[in-house]
């Protein structure tokens, strides 16, 4: 029960980040890295598309590497 109350360790990403919808924070270009919104939190991630992804547009999480995020573009 400990474990699933207390809060995971700074840096850590927590479980279940993968099809979660972020929103960028500026334009990312296709293979670029940028920054977006998820859950509250700022964090980077790269853009795994072949389309740009607008600031203020959605884009998915298709899965996280420690503290980046790679991304696809909504459609």
């Known amino acids: 029960?400990?474990?699933q109350l207390r809060p995971p360790p700074e840096g850590e990403v927590r479980h279940g980040v993968e099809g979660a919808r972020a929103t960028a924070i500026e334009d990312i270009a296709p293979g670029a890295t940028g920054s977006v919104k998820l859950?509250?939190?700022n964090w980077t991630g790269i853009n795994r598309g072949s389309e740009t992804i607008p600031a203020g547009a959605?884009?998915?999480v298709d899965r996280s590497?420690?503290?980046m995020?790679?991304?696809?573009?909504?459609?």
Not at 69 to 75: F, H, Q, V
């Open 1 to 3: 029960l400990y474990k």
């Open 39 to 41: 859950r509250g939190t």
């Open 58 to 60: 959605s884009c998915t």
């Open 65 to 67: 590497e420690g503290l």
């Open 69 to 75: 995020l790679d991304l696809s573009p909504d459609s």
